[in-house]
């Protein structure tokens, strides 16, 4: 019997926070498909945490493990081994509301037993801070019709802040592997390919007014410090190439006029993410890769380099370092989106 989903678990040394994680999902029922994929942990039990689960659940969880090859091919291999109809990823860190939970999955239960499943379903994450034990719920009622099937052209518009995210995205399993995304290892931020790439293959949607997914945020070697991102802004920038890559977004915009203004405006924020941590680490070789970034987006689409250039968003990786910088860090301290 198929699945109603797949939820992927990368997990990498994760013993100290995963039962959380895990107790979240097992909460959806029999119809669900766990998949942990043991990212070659060996500094704590994670391997053994995951075949334990495996015994006692062995009609819903799955376990892999692999040599270490990063949170992006962990995405990878639960996508290839999935037998749901829908595929989400849940960080190991994270959990998912558990009356949340039961509400979107019985809406997609609904629509797999008219035999029409979607493309993309939509829910709310909630950014849970630990620092200062303080909640942000980011949501999309201004953007996306409540509770009705809809279509790319039926979209409002973004808040400058505010991004459709791994948190907040249920794929068609299928569509997914359709669409041909194949996330980089030994890459962090792959998040942003897995969200942006198989956009323009969703025909179908459906948002949800609900707080799915519980984002923890705070931990001092998380991937997202500011201290973190500025020793891998190397990643960052190989992320933000594979995007500039992935699409012809005039095409897009071309077919999808709002789709097409949404990427662009996406693609643009991970220019300026990119320009201002290389502009934090502030050395001559990271200044160099920064114009070499700018360069390759010009060698691309020069049309595209023009338009993001001088766009009010992307334009603020271009200003001096003395105002990029703590306009940055304003917008994070409003927004706390890290």
Not at 19 to 25: A, G, M
Not at 69 to 80: A, D, F, I, S
Not at 208 to 233: K, N, P, T, W
């Amino acid at each position: 019997m198929q699945k109603l989903i797949t939820f992927a678990v990368p997990c990498y040394n994760s013993a100290a926070y995963m039962d959380k994680c895990v107790h979240s999902l097992l909460a959806g029922g029999s119809d669900i498909e766990i998949i942990l994929v043991d990212d070659g942990s060996t500094k704590d039990d994670t391997p053994a945490i995951c075949d334990r689960y495996a015994q006692e659940y062995p009609d819903i969880v799955k376990v892999i493990h692999q040599e270490n090859g990063g949170h992006g091919e962990g995405v990878n291999q639960g996508l290839r081994h999935a037998s749901g109809v829908y595929y989400k990823v849940v960080d190991s860190d994270d959990w998912l509301d558990e009356e949340a939970l039961h509400t979107v999955l019985n809406k997609l239960r609904e629509f797999v037993g008219k035999g029409h499943p979607l493309d993309l379903m939509i829910a709310n994450y909630v950014y849970e801070h630990v620092e200062d034990n303080t909640r942000k719920v980011m949501g999309y009622s201004n953007v996306f019709p409540v509770g009705k099937v809809f279509t790319w052209k039926d979209i409002g518009h973004f808040h400058p802040s505010q991004y459709l995210l791994m948190h907040s995205v249920i794929y068609r399993t299928e569509m997914l592997r359709q669409s041909g995304v194949e996330l980089p290892k030994h890459t962090f931020y792959v998040d942003n390919i897995f969200v942006y790439q198989p956009l323009p293959f969703v025909k179908t949607l459906y948002y949800m007014d609900v707080d799915l997914y519980r984002y923890f945020i705070g931990r001092a070697d998380q991937s997202v410090q500011e201290s973190v991102m500025v020793g891998r802004v190397d990643q960052q920038v190989r992320i933000t190439k594979i995007m500039i890559d992935a699409h012809d977004l005039h095409a897009v915009k071309a077919q999808k006029p709002k789709l097409g203004k949404y990427m662009t405006n996406y693609l643009s924020m991970m220019m300026t993410i990119s320009s201002i941590f290389l502009m934090l680490d502030g050395s001559p070789e990271k200044m160099g890769v920064k114009a070499a970034l700018w360069e390759y987006l010009k060698a691309k689409d020069a049309k595209l380099y023009r338009k993001m250039k001088y766009a009010a968003l992307s334009a603020v990786g271009n200003l001096p370092k003395g105002i990029a910088i703590p306009g940055y860090r304003l917008a994070r301290k409003i927004y706390k989106f890290n």
